[in-house]
């Protein structure tokens, strides 16, 4: 359903350099893992997306570790902060290597990817994101040996009014 | 036997109540320990007494199905014991309203309050702390025109010594600076001003004061402020453009272990305006707090609800209730407790000169326009309850008539009083009902999809199963159509069998829509000013069955 959907990295670096588009932070070009880019300004749902990013490896529930913050309610949708913090070593051994931000609902569900090393201390980001509607924002850890975890939260897009 | 039941929670003797079974009896409290907390929230403006019907319905989603507070009428008269027709009933349910009201009259008044206030603290000398949950400042034309002033005025000769706001909110910012102060300066009122979770969006510094420290009977009380959490979301953002609010529940803890460990207090309190069912989650959560003080959802709680070690109490609204919590403080421990939610029954409280006079001097300008007879009711109006009341259909004819439309949307609001039949219905009542300030009307098209998603999602701001998701008020009021409702549905399926003038509402097609207090630009006359041409205009309201709302409880989770 889906293979016509997918297109290897490579694929996917040409056409950016085609269209001028500079490679940048956001996606470094060597990360381990079969990920598989989106073609552009495709819209996909989260679960194409999760699949594309970690084909089938499991993810753990990452609860006890990892803090997610972030609005339950969004003041406005436009600007929401999140903020993942995990509790973790940061060492040349053992280290939190990148934290991801999905939310489910948006068009693109891939928010953000942020890159870690040892020397950062912490593992720790912070962004303002856009949320379109009421659905689940995700952190999803890869820690430096692999390993995957994950927690999860709605956030309500309303459009607001009120009692009292 | 019931009677019995209420007095032994109130410390009173069986001899004692049979002394004493009428106006004293109510008021009736053994004093208890060292510190005496007295808590009113959500009088919403509301000067002189007033008569308020409690809510028919009032549902609860999952757990929380069938216990307080999502218990009405003879429910509620079960599960505390209380006697149908007694002053209590009348207080705290919507049963038999008309004739009860006739009987035991109207309830709350800032003189009346005054009177309670005054005697308690008397008896209570250096003993007592009065706390105010917020909402105080709108609901009513004079603090409208006041812009809060008078409220403030009145708190203060009230002696309220601790507030945290919602309504206050929307005046602006820079008005509730000007009449609480902030972190650096006081403002007219004289008491406390606290509120944890405010702050400036981006830098996250507090705009206000996160807690004060009050020491009473010896005892070290600390006070923390909860704001209404949802204060941008519920009214334009206009009014409050770079602030913050939210739970905030890691910030409470926070605050609890800082005046525990740091400051010595012996007791703590949050002063909250999350509303009951968040307040109670909140209470499980968080470990250290000996009290909560709620409001926003204005349950008249006949007695407090122990989460752990932790009271949560709620007070009503409409200055129908003080709520007198005595406790004995003993080692930084609560030893014991004794509550009671005392009626403010004006025939049984005579008012305090001071304010009374204080209340006439804000009233007199207006009181001649304010008085005007716009229409005599044959029925029973009151807006309260989950669904569209009376009142509310009152507006929404008023709004359908005005634009021709064929839908009308009318917020649901919790605050606003009840007319009695064959009451006559003055500007001011009007104001009671629509005194906000983002009045205007509007009239647009709306596609039946849009309406229905509007309708959805106010749904889910009262029903969502977690507390903390939940923003709203009642639910949103509708005239032209009729929908049912199943609220332990999930968001998007809980409407259905919306019917416009009978035929089913067809998602692509356009509707003519009217309503008020939007939360975006709107340029139509204000409501109050419709509301009133229409009732000069029809001279009487008589509402027949309206069977607008049809509520469906499945299983489905």
């Known amino acids: 359903m889906m293979g016509n959907r997918r297109v290897s990295r490579r694929t996917v670096l040409r056409t950016l350099s085609a269209l001028g588009v500079a490679v940048a932070s956001g996606f470094d070009p060597v990360t381990p893992q079969t990920a598989h880019a989106q073609a552009l300004g495709q819209n996909e749902t989260v679960e194409d997306a999760m699949k594309r990013l970690f084909g089938s490896k499991t993810i753990k529930d990452g609860s006890p570790a990892i803090k997610l913050d972030v609005p339950l309610i969004a003041e406005n949708g436009a600007v929401v902060p999140v903020s993942v ?41 912070g962004a303002n994101i856009r949320l379109g509607e009421t659905g689940d924002v ?11 975890l994950q927690v999860k939260r709605e956030v309500k897009v309303t459009v607001g009014g009120c009692g009292g | 036997m019931k009677l019995l039941a209420i007095a032994a929670g109130a410390g009173l003797t069986p001899r004692a109540l049979e002394a004493a079974d009428g106006p004293a009896r109510l008021l009736a409290f053994e004093p208890l320990g060292n510190v005496t907390l007295l808590h009113l929230t959500d009088t919403h403006g509301t000067l002189r007494p007033v008569f308020y019907r ?40 919507h049963l038999d309203f008309p004739a009860l009201a006739a009987r035991y009259g109207r309830m709350g008044g800032y003189a009346h309050l005054a009177t309670l206030v005054k005697r308690i603290r008397a008896e209570r000398a250096g003993r007592t702390l009065v706390l105010d949950g917020g909402d105080t400042l709108q609901g009513s034309a004079t603090t409208l025109w006041s812009r809060g002033e008078d409220m403030v005025r009145v708190s203060n000769e009230l002696g309220v010594d601790v507030f945290t706001p919602h309504w206050e909110f929307v005046h602006g910012l820079e008005r509730v600076r000007e009449l609480f102060g902030d972190r650096e300066r006081r403002g007219l009122f004289a008491g406390d001003f606290i509120a944890h979770n405010v702050s400036v969006a981006g830098w996250g510094d507090r705009v206000f004061n996160p807690y004060t420290i009050r020491e009473v009977g010896g005892v070290r009380v600390g006070v923390i402020g909860q704001a209404f959490p949802y204060t941008p979301v519920s009214h334009p953002r206009r009014f409050v453009p770079d602030l913050t609010f939210g739970i905030r529940e890691d910030g409470v803890q926070t605050l609890v272990d800082e005046l525990r460990d740091d400051k010595h207090v012996d007791l703590i309190v949050l002063l909250s305006h999350n509303g009951l069912a968040v307040d109670l989650k909140l209470a499980g959560r968080v470990h250290g707090l000996d009290v909560v003080l709620g409001g926003h959802t204005h349950d008249a709680l006949p007695q407090p609800i122990q989460v752990g070690r932790t009271l949560v109490v709620n007070s009503g609204s409409h200055g129908k209730f003080l709520s007198r919590l005595d406790l004995d403080v003993q080692r930084k421990r609560v030893a014991g407790h004794r509550y009671r939610l005392l009626p403010v029954l004006a025939q049984a409280l005579p008012e305090d000169p001071a304010m009374t006079e204080l209340i006439e001097e804000i009233r007199r300008p207006h ?32 709004l359908l008539r005005r634009a021709d439309a064929q839908i009308g949307f009318s917020p649901g609001f919790r605050w606003g009083t009840t007319i009695l039949p064959g009451q006559e219905i003055t500007l001011e009542d009007v104001y ?40 709203g008020g009642d639910m949103v009021r509708l005239g032209g159509l009729t929908y049912a409702i199943d609220p332990t549905r999930r968001v998007g399926r809980r409407i259905f069998d919306i019917r416009v003038a009978g035929r089913a509402l067809e998602p692509g097609r356009h509707y003519k829509a009217t309503g008020w207090a939007s939360l975006g630009e709107a340029d139509g006359p204000p409501v109050w000013d419709v509301v009133a041409e229409y009732l000069r205009s029809v001279g009487k309201i008589k509402l027949g069955t309206r069977p607008r709302v049809r509520v469906v409880a499945s299983k489905e989770s």
């Not at chain 2, 005599?376 to 009142?391: A, H, I, K, M, Q």
């Not at chain 2, 300030?437 to 849009?450: A, H, L």
């Open chain 1, 85 to 125: 913090s995990v509790d973790s070593p940061m060492t040349s051994t053992s280290y939190v290597r990148h934290i991801y931000v999905l939310a489910d609902k948006n068009r693109i569900p891939i928010v953000t990817r942020v890159t870690l090393a040892p020397e950062a201390g912490r593992a720790f980001m």
């Open chain 1, 138 to 148: 995700r952190a999803i850890v890869e820690q430096s040996d692999g390993t995957l």
């Open chain 2, 54 to 93: 409690e809510p028919d319905t009032v549902l609860g989603v999952g757990a929380e199905r069938g216990k307080a507070p999502f218990l009405t009428g003879e429910a509620l008269l079960r599960a505390y014991h209380v006697a149908p027709g007694s002053v209590e009933a009348y207080a705290y349910t």
């Open chain 2, 367 to 398: 009181q001649a326009a304010l008085g005007e007879r716009l229409a005599v009711s044959e029925t029973l109006l009151y807006r309260r309850g989950n669904f569209n009341g009376t009142f509310d259909e009152v507006i929404l004819d008023a």
């Open chain 2, 432 to 471: 009671t009902h629509t005194a906000v300030t983002y009045p205007n009307t509007w009239v647009r098209q709306m596609t039946g999809g849009e309406i229905h998603q509007v309708m959805e999602d106010v749904a889910d701001n009262l029903f969502h199963p977690d507390p903390y998701y939940r923003q």
